[in-house]
C-alpha cells in the first residue's frame, strides 16, 4: 500500500482481499447478493489445469471480504466469470462452463458445459471477458486464439467460426429431467472485436475491443452489417481511437525490472483488463472513464472519451503520470471493475514475473520459476479519500420483488442497473408463469420507458421489454421518433 500512488489526492485505494483468501486473481465479478466470484489463475503460465473460482464474503461488514470457498477448483487456467441463472459462467478454454451451488455450502456441485470448441493457444491468450451486454446477450472476448464454437446441443448455426472475431450468445434455460432447469446457449455469432484480454463496455451499449500495444479501441459497427454486402471490399469497422496527439508514452515508477522481452515499457507493451467506468462513488468527472492495467509497468491508465462523430477520442488526462502507479515490482493489475457499491476494483495477480516462457529464449526457461509468488494475489478498492470507510455492499436482490427491479433499472450505478435487467429477465425465462402474469411488470417497463427524466432507465427498459417479447409496432413506433 505504501508503494502506490494515486494521482488524484481526492482518492484512496484500499485492500479488500489478499491471499490466502485469493491467489494469482485475473477477474471479478458480483453476484445479486454481492458475493464476489474470482477467476483464479494459479497454473499460470504452464502448469496442470489447478485454477480455481473462488467466492468471497464480507460477512462482518468491514470493508473486508474476509470469508472465502473453492466454488470451483481443476480449471484449466480460468480468466472470465460471469454470474448467470443463480450460478456463474466461466470461461476455460476449450469450455465456457456453467456452475452452481445447489445446496449453499458455498461449492459449486453442479457443471454443465454451454460452449466448446475455443482455441487452446498460449495460456494467456484465450477466450476471456464475459459481461452481459444491454441487448441481453453474453459476450466474450475471442482472446487471440480462435475457435470453433459449438453449443453443448446439436442446435442449428453452429459450429461458428470466431476466427480474428469475438464472441455473443444467448443463454436460456429448459426443464432437466430430474424437475430442474438446464442453460443452454441457444444462439451465438461472431462479432467484430478481436479483443485479447479484457472487454469493456458503457453505459450505452458501445463496445471498446482490447489488445496489449493499444489500449482502447471502439467497435463503430458490427461486422455483419459489412457483411451483407459481397462486393464491399475488405474494410474495419473498429476505430483506434486513442489520441494521436500524446504519443502514448506512460509513466511507471517502479525500478527497472528483469525481462526477457526487450520490447519498449516507454509505451504500451502489456495493456488488459479494461473497463469504463459506470458506478457512482467517484467523483462525477470519473464517470464514463476508461481504465487499463499495464501489469508489466505496475499501474493503471486513464482516459476520458470525447465523443467525436459516430466514435470517439481517448484523451490522456494525467500529465507524465499515470492516474494509479506502484513502485513495487510485483503489483500486476490485469483488471479493473465497478462494483455494487460504485467504488472501483483492482485485480491484482502479484507476481514476480508476468512474461509466458513462449517468449522467452528456451536457452533460458529452464532456470527462470515462473509462477514464483503464484499463491499471492491482492484486490483493491479506489474510493473518495474524505468518506469513511465503508462495508461491502449487500444488495441481496435474489429474493427482490419484481417492481423493485424496475424501479433500479434507474440506478446511478451501472451495476445496478445491469443486474436488475439481468434479473428480470432470468425470471422471465424460467417462470412459466411469470410469463402468464406479467401484465403488470410490463406496464411498470412502459411507464418507465415513457417517463423522459431518465435516459439510461428507459433503455434498460426497453431491452427488457424486448427480452419478455412485449415490444409491439406501437411501441417501435414512438421509440424511433424519440
Known amino acids: 500500500m505504501k508503494a502506490f500512488v494515486l494521482a488524484d489526492p481526492a482518492l484512496t485505494i484500499e485492500l ?3 491471499e490466502p483468501e485469493v491467489t ?29 473460482i473462488r467466492r468471497l ?13 473453492i466454488f470451483a477448483d481443476g480449471l484449466p487456467f480460468p480468466n472470465g466469470v460471469m454470474p448467470c441463472f443463480g450460478g456463474v459462467l466461466v470461461t476455460a478454454a476449450p469450455n465456457i462452463w456453467y456452475l452452481r451451488d445447489k445446496d449453499g455450502d458455498g461449492r459449486a456441485d453442479e457443471k454443465i458445459l454451454v460452449l466448446s470448441g475455443f482455441g487452446e493457444g498460449n495460456t494467456q491468450l484465450r477466450v476471456n471477458g464475459l459481461y452481459l451486454g444491454l441487448d441481453n446477450l453474453i459476450y466474450a472476448a475471442n482472446g487471440r486464439s480462435d475457435g470453433d464454437v459449438i453449443a453443448r446441443s446439436n442446435r442449428p448455426g453452429f459450429p461458428v467460426s470466431i476466427r480474428r472475431r469475438d464472441l455473443r450468445f444467448l443463454m436460456f434455460v429448459f426443464p432437466g429431467p430430474a424437475g430442474n432447469w438446464v442453460p443452454e446457449a441457444v444462439r451465438a455469432e461472431a462479432i467484430a472485436g478481436y479483443s485479447q484480454f479484457g472487454l469493456a463496455h458503457d453505459d450505452w451499449g458501445n463496445r471498446f475491443p482490447s489488445w496489449n500495444t493499444i489500449p482502447i479501441r471502439h467497435v463503430v459497427l458490427e461486422q455483419q452489417t459489412l457483411d451483407r454486402n459481397a462486393y464491399l471490399a475488405e474494410t474495419s469497422s473498429i476505430a483506434s481511437i486513442l489520441d494521436p496527439t500524446d504519443g502514448g508514452r506512460i509513466f511507471g515508477i517502479s525500478p527497472a525490472q528483469a525481462r526477457f522481452n526487450r520490447e519498449s515499457v516507454a509505451f504500451f507493451n502489456a495493456s488488459c483488463g479494461p473497463t ?3 458506478g457512482d462513488l467517484l467523483p462525477a468527472a470519473y464517470h464514463g472513464n476508461a481504465f487499463v492495467c499495464e501489469p508489466l509497468t505496475n499501474l493503471v491508465h486513464r482516459r476520458v472519451l470525447e465523443p467525436d462523430g459516430v466514435t470517439f477520442v481517448a484523451r490522456r488526462v494525467e500529465q507524465g503520470r499515470e492516474f494509479l502507479a506502484s513502485s513495487d515490482p510485483a503489483f500486476r493489475p490485469v483488471n479493473v471493475a465497478t ?19 513462449q517468449f522467452v529464449p528456451e536457452s533460458a526457461r529452464g532456470s527462470v520459476d515462473f509462477r514464483r509468488w503464484h499463491n499471492r ?17 449487500h444488495p441481496d436482490l435474489s429474493k427482490a420483488h419484481a417492481a423493485k427491479l424496475v424501479g433500479l433499472l434507474g440506478h446511478p450505478n451501472g451495476w445496478w442497473r445491469s443486474t436488475a435487467q439481468r434479473l428480470l429477465v432470468e425470471r422471465w425465462i424460467k417462470d412459466i408463469q411469470a410469463r402468464r402474469d ?13 417517463d423522459k427524466s431518465n435516459p439510461l432507465a428507459r433503455l434498460h427498459a426497453l431491452w427488457t421489454l424486448e427480452a419478455v417479447e412485449r415490444v409491439d409496432e406501437s411501441l417501435l413506433s414512438d421509440i424511433a421518433s424519440d
Not at 454481492?34 to 497454473?43: I, K, Q, S
Not at 464474503?57 to 470457498?69: P, Q, V
Not at 507476481?351 to 509466458?356: A, G, I, K, N, W
Open 16 to 18: 479488500v482481499a489478499a
Open 24 to 52: 494469482s486473481p485475473v477477474a471479478i465479478a458480483w453476484d445479486e447478493d454481492g458475493r464476489l466470484y474470482v477467476a483464479e489463475m494459479n497454473d499460470y503460465p504452464v502448469a496442470p489445469a489447478s485454477g480455481r
Open 57 to 69: 464474503e464480507d460477512r462482518d461488514g468491514d470493508g473486508r471480504y474476509e470469508h472465502a470457498t
Open 276 to 278: 469504463i467506468e459506470r
Open 339 to 357: 462494483g455494487p457499491d460504485g467504488a472501483l476494483y483492482v485485480v491484482d495477480m502479484y507476481r514476480e514475473l508476468v512474461e509466458h516462457p
Open 377 to 393: 494475489g491482492r484486490i483493491w478498492r479506489v474510493r473518495p479519500r474524505a468518506m469513511a470507510t465503508v462495508g461491502s455492499p
Open 438 to 450: 406479467d401484465r403488470a411488470v410490463t406496464q411498470l417497463l412502459i411507464g418507465v420507458l415513457k
